[in-house]
Each structure stands twice: as C-alpha cells, then as structure tokens.
C-alpha cells in the first residue's frame, strides 16, 4: 500500500496557474500507473490524466487538454499536475490515485486538496 498526499491547491483567479504535487509515502510510485481526478460540488468523480511512472507516459483527458499536463520528478517521487489557463470549471476537489498496471480501477486514493478558480 501507498499512502498519497497532495498539495498545491488553492485559489487563483480565471486565467491563472497552480500546480498541484502528489508525494507518495512510505513507498515509491515505482511500478504504479499514476492518476489525477477531481469533483465538483453535485457533480461526478472526473478523470483529468494518468502517468506511467515506468514509463513516462501520459494521457490527459480532452477536457484539459492542451491546458493541464502531468510530470513527475524521479529524484523527488513526486507526481504533479500543472494547470494553467484555469477557468471557474476547473474549480473541485483535485486528487491523486496509484493503481498497479494490471489493475482497472485505482486503489490508493489522496485526501485531495481544494481548487478554487474565480471569475
């Protein structure tokens, strides 16, 4: 098991940045297809991108596309998501996930950290 926290939430004005960090504990993301979700108030669970750590790889979802992207740091074993552009949309609960590459559904879960975009 890994324990997942995030941080970098906040609020920003439409327009603006944040960049949101996912550090894992006590273990390593090695191994582990690395996910960013969010929710809005009343609103679903949303997938907003994933991470090979193996790999490098990412696939965002086309809702954020060309306005979010996801690195990771090797040396750090932190996972972030940089958010630019950010619109009042964008506004939720943003939180990482690790699942094992044989694994359909996400298993370790963030406590998520607030992002506020205002008009």
């Known amino acids: 098991q890994v324990q997942l926290v995030e941080s970098g939430g906040g609020w920003v004005q439409a327009g603006g940045s944040l960049r949101l960090s996912c550090a894992a504990s006590?273990?390593?993301?090695?191994?582990?297809?690395m996910g960013w979700f969010r929710q809005a108030p009343g609103k679903e669970r949303e997938f907003v991108g994933a991470?090979?750590?193996?790999?490098?790889?990412?696939n965002i979802a086309d809702s954020v596309k060309g306005r979010f992207t996801i690195s990771r740091d090797l040396a750090k074993n932190r996972m972030y998501l940089q958010m630019n552009s950010l619109k009042p949309d964008d506004t939720a609960v943003y939180y990482c996930?690790?699942?094992?590459?044989?694994?359909?559904?996400?298993?370790?879960w963030g406590q998520g950290t607030q992002v506020t975009v205002s008009s």
């Open positions: 996930a690790a699942r094992a590459p044989s694994d359909t559904q996400y298993t370790n």
């Open positions: 006590p273990r390593t993301f090695a191994g582990y297809v």
């Open positions: 991470l090979s750590w193996r790999m490098g790889s990412t």
